[in-house]
């Protein structure tokens, strides 16, 4: 189950692991709030009403949330709303019931102990241990009871975080629930969490098919895209990229203008973004920019991963990044923060740079360091790729999460002989 099928990242991860898991031989069938795909084993709305619920639903939860006039900009919801997606999942009949990112109205906490079933959930980010906030900025409040909320701007301990902190609390104690985590750091966070402290927490990748992630031709993917053959190409992904502050838009800004006053009279380095089209008031670089707005098929990221020469991620927190994956996979080395679930990904100096914490400077001499030296470049990224191969295999993965609900269903006293494993995902 997860919100969307295909959109945004933490969707593309969850169905590359629904058809992972039908490529094993599991019955897998994915359930989601607002649908864009057509695979016939995902199911989504089933009429126009369901489909403008989904439009509606993630409005509605956040409506709370204008209550608190100082709020952040970050994602938060509060997952007040009923739920209406129980009855759909039972007559499924699953084995399990596998979460992954199931907010904007989608699931309220109270659904997790009536599906029948026991429950995988994948976190893609902190909400599932949180008072609402997707990501805490490093606040740390979940490791005691939430309140006083910075995400919210607000001053109160009884305020809405605290309503919604206490409400996961009730529902978690009363369902059996294993957590996975695509990264180590993020299991950590779980495990420190008052909410999580005592379940069991797996620590299991993202997958990817490394047949379609590969490298191409690198002046052929430029040509096909429209990029220029002959330069060196600066990638940076990430959807909201100007208003996310978590995405480190203002630290790659800086980066940027120091490494391009680090090149002196060079002329040959432009940045790529993906994500988003070009605003109209497009922010300075100092370098040329070619934006190439939201791509979802794995086919053309798999090309601009290619078409590049180093990908950038300078995310402050960050769980699995889909961006970095993706680009190893295509022997592209890739540069980020020395934060979250990047160093699971990136090995300094073997497939890419990991710069300093928040340091911007660090992080033009990462881009540097990648950049100016063709025999180092090589080497890096064949690493990349051996990186992937070896660890991200969606094959891999999918295997490991079938040996993990076979031991949640022994454990639940429901294993046996399965001619079937039937998951909705």
């Not at 590359?16 to 599991?26: E, K, P, Q, T």
């Not at 059996?176 to 695509?182: A, D, G, M, Y």
């Not at 750091?185 to 420190?192: D, I, M, N, Q, S």
């Not at 991200?392 to 079937?420: C, I, K, W």
Request: net charge positive; charged share 25%; proline share 5%.
């Amino acid at each position: 189950m997860n919100t969307y099928d295909i959109r945004g990242g933490a969707a593309r991860a969850a169905y590359r692991l629904h058809c992972g898991l039908r490529a094993a031989g599991i019955e897998s069938q994915m359930l989601v709030q607002s649908k864009s795909s057509d695979d016939p084993y995902v199911e989504g709305p089933r009429n126009r009403f369901e489909t403008l619920l989904g439009v509606v639903r993630p409005q509605f939860d956040i409506l709370p949330t204008y209550f608190y006039s100082k709020r952040g900009n970050g994602i938060y919801y509060p997952g007040l709303l009923p739920g209406n997606y129980v009855k759909r999942v039972r007559r499924m009949k699953p084995d399990i019931v596998h979460l992954h990112w199931v907010a904007g109205g989608f699931l309220n906490p109270s659904a997790l102990t009536d599906f029948g079933a026991p429950v995988v959930w994948t976190l893609h980010d902190m909400w599932a241990f949180t008072g609402g906030c997707h990501y805490d900025n490093g606040c740390g409040r979940y490791v005691g009871t939430c309140g006083k909320c910075p995400a919210l701007g607000s001053s109160r301990e009884t305020d809405l975080s605290r309503l919604v902190w206490q409400q996961k609390r009730r529902k978690w104690a009363e369902v059996s629930l294993t957590v996975v985590t695509p990264s180590r750091w993020l299991a950590e966070c779980a495990r420190k969490s008052a909410l999580f402290s005592d379940k069991r927490i797996e620590v299991i990748p993202n997958g990817l098919d490394i047949m379609r992630f590969r490298a191409f031709d690198k002046q052929r993917a430029r040509e096909l895209l429209g990029l220029p053959t002959g330069k060196r190409l600066i990638l940076f992904g990430t959807l909201n990229v100007t208003t996310d502050k978590r995405k480190g838009f203002h630290a790659l800004q800086e980066a940027l203008r120091s490494f391009r006053m680090a090149q002196e009279h060079r002329d040959d380095c432009e940045v790529v973004i993906v994500g988003a089209s070009r605003p109209i008031s497009p922010p300075d670089f100092g370098l040329p920019v070619h934006y190439m707005g939201i791509l979802n098929d794995d086919v053309t990221l798999a090309l601009l991963a290619s078409a590049v020469d180093v990908v950038v991620v300078p995310s402050l927190q960050e769980n699995l990044s889909n961006t970095v994956m993706e680009a190893l996979a295509c022997g592209t080395p890739c540069v980020a923060f020395n934060i979250g679930g990047m160093p699971d990904l990136i090995e300094h100096r073997g497939n890419g740079y990991l710069a300093r914490s928040f340091e911007s400077l660090d992080l033009a001499h990462g881009m540097q360091w990648v950049l100016e030296n063709k025999e180092r470049w090589c080497a890096l990224s064949k690493r990349a790729r051996e990186k992937v191969e070896a660890e991200f295999d969606l094959r891999d993965v999918s295997e490991r999460y079938r040996a993990l609900y076979l031991n949640v269903l022994d454990r639940a006293g429901q294993g046996g002989h399965r001619p079937m494993l039937k998951v909705v995902s």
